[in-house]
């Protein structure tokens, strides 16, 4: 401060020119005193315990609730008539589904690890393709008021077809259960990525438009540098939901087409009366289900630094 | 469709004439039209610039300032007349007349550095090595004064030095009229002082052509060699145009007793406020 404010002095008292530099460095000082620099970030130790006190505040909560349904549930289904299977039966009577989630006895008695690994193989395939077909159709959308008009009522009657819907009619074009699974993934998925990413380009600034015009950026050019940083945060919207519908349809999928899925497998629990394997197969689906979309939402967190806070 | 043919003869005609402006904006008429109702923004607008020439645009809000510049930088396209610059048409926006914008308009997931190496990259892609383009990129940080900024992005630096980058940029594209769309507008007076003193020191520096739209009839007097006062719309047209012949370089408080200051402060003032006082329809 004091420093900065005696070369200041000095060029505002000396009438006559300064040596340049020490003018050119007062200018500077003058500059960033005058203009307000947003504090310096919290250390990374301070935001480190910060987070780990909020962990626990958060957790806490969600514990005692999930241990007072688990006891409800218990009570609740331990009657001999019960027909659900009660949390102690589920544990003695798949315990090796649960502790042991990668055993391999034979070709179809895995652990429910590699069925979840199969069936993300799958919907990272599906899902991949919704994603990049998905932007490029939403950028065509969101930038062209022809095609705007042209694609979306299709769209819009496209969306609402249920997942299952598309089955019968992939299995009849694929005549095979694998890609037939991972187009009913691709065809559920690619909707929310197209919708919101058109809605993300219709909506870039003028001003970043203005901007792509005066250096007339090209196409691609415009495409990278402007449009995809631009829209970020609604496609990454588009593919949050994208990720989760997919993971919804593969279950049902994999239910029809059969193999090595974890959809498949409650299918199989379900015609042998294993219901007990089915309730730690839902558990699973909904545990892993639960990370893609954190997942998908931190990517989108990374990508999106400093665009949304224009 | 008449009037853009009506245009492309106009151009050829002028084009032959000997002697012309560096700039020149030649009975430029601009009309939007939305909804069936044509609204008449610029009325034969005419005004030749020189080269090394600093312009001031003044007048009420609504009177086409915007617009007329918009239609130097390209953005928009004239109705009918024509603006060439060095006898070349005006008619898509190019890195040659660089913006820059009222609201700074630096792309939010770039660094300082990176929103100002995308106008150096794009434009000398072909004549600069890449030591050479970020060498140039430092090199309009530093007129700006912004080197020590250069990793940080726009949502952490203060206005005053977005407007600062957003300047640098436009002065990275080398061009050959820099455009100025109220770059203080959203400014506090003291930043606003002080980037109005960096704007002249490096026109005084780089000796480029410039144009500025303003409401500011200070700054108007203080950055001009001309300002170009512009009547209430609709159908704008150039009022009149004011030569301020103060020597330079300018200090800001010696002028505020010169004679000649004040003389030209109170024709831009008796022009707007009284022969042309704002009207509500206007706007």
Not at chain 1, 130 to 159: E, K, N, T
């Amino acid at each position: 401060m004091s420093a900065a404010a005696v070369k200041l002095k000095l060029v505002e008292t000396h009438a006559g020119p300064l040596p340049p530099r020490v003018a050119a460095v007062a200018a500077a000082e003058h500059v960033r005193k005058a203009e307000a620099v947003p504090p310096a970030p919290t250390k990374p130790a301070v935001v480190f315990a910060r987070w780990i006190g909020r962990g626990i505040a958060q957790a806490l909560p969600a514990l005692i609730v999930t241990l007072v349904l688990l006891l409800i549930w218990e009570l609740a289904c331990s009657g001999p008539k019960a027909s659900l299977p009660a949390p102690s039966k589920i544990w003695m009577e798949s315990r090796d589904l649960i502790t042991q989630p990668f055993f391999v006895n034979g070709p179809q008695d895995i652990g429910l690890g590699w069925r979840i690994l199969t069936s993300l193989q799958r919907v990272a395939i599906g899902f991949g393709l919704a994603a990049i077909v998905g932007v490029l159709m939403g950028a065509l959308v969101g930038q062209s008021q022809w095609a705007m008009r042209g694609l979306d009522p299709i769209f819009q009657v496209l969306r609402t077809v249920p997942p299952l819907a598309w089955l019968p009619i992939s299995l009849a074009a694929f005549r095979d259960s694998a890609p037939s699974a991972i187009f009913v993934i691709f065809i559920t998925a690619i909707w929310p990525v197209i919708i919101n990413t058109a809605v993300g380009i219709r909506n870039i600034p003028q001003d970043y438009r203005n901007v792509a015009a005066v250096l007339r950026l090209n196409h691609a050019e415009f495409f990278w540098r402007i449009m995809i940083p631009s829209a970020a945060p609604y496609i990454f919207t588009g593919l949050r939901i994208g990720i989760g519908l997919s993971w919804l349809a593969i279950v049902a999928a994999e239910m029809l087409t059969g193999g090595v899925g974890i959809g498949f497998f409650i299918w199989d629990a379900w015609n042998s009366s294993k219901l007990s394997d089915i309730v730690v197969a839902l558990i699973y689906i909904g545990v892993v289900g639960f990370v893609l979309d954190r997942i998908v939402a931190a990517l989108g967190t990374l990508a999106t630094r400093g665009t949304a806070a224009a | 469709m008449i009037a853009r043919v009506d245009a492309k003869s106009h151009t050829e005609s002028v084009t032959m004439r000997p002697g012309r402006a560096f700039l020149n904006i030649d009975h430029v008429d601009k009309t939007f039209a939305r909804g069936g109702v044509t609204t008449e923004v610029l009325k034969d607008v005419n005004l030749t610039i020189d080269k090394g020439e600093f312009i001031s645009i003044i007048g009420h809000s609504g009177c086409g300032k915007s617009t007329l510049l918009n239609l130097i930088s390209g953005l928009t396209n004239v109705t009918a007349g024509a603006i060439l610059l060095e006898d070349r048409e005006v008619n898509a926006p190019g890195p040659d007349r660089a913006v820059v914008f009222q609201n700074h308009s630096l792309l939010p997931w770039l660094t300082v550095y990176d929103n100002i190496k995308l106008a150096v990259d794009k434009v000398f892609s072909g004549t600069k090595s890449k030591v050479e383009r970020h060498d140039w990129t430092m090199h309009n940080l530093s007129l700006v004064q912004m080197e020590h900024a250069k990793d940080k992005r726009p949502s952490e630096i203060s206005g005053g030095m977005k407007q600062r980058v957003g300047i640098a940029r436009a002065l990275a594209m080398e061009p050959k009229v820099l455009l100025m769309d109220e770059p203080f507008g959203a400014l506090d007076a003291l930043t606003r002082a002080k980037l109005q003193e960096s704007v002249m020191e490096i026109h005084s520096r780089l000796g480029n052509t410039a144009v500025m739209i303003t409401h500011d009839v200070d700054e108007a007097v203080l950055l001009s060699d001309r300002i170009v006062m512009m009547t209430n719309g609709p159908a704008a047209c150039i009022g009149e145009i004011l030569k301020i012949d103060l020597p330079r370089p300018r200090q800001r408080l010696e002028l505020v007793s010169d004679p000649a200051y004040i003389a030209a402060r109170e024709a831009v003032l008796r022009f707007l406020y009284e022969r042309h006082s704002y009207v509500e329809s206007a706007a």
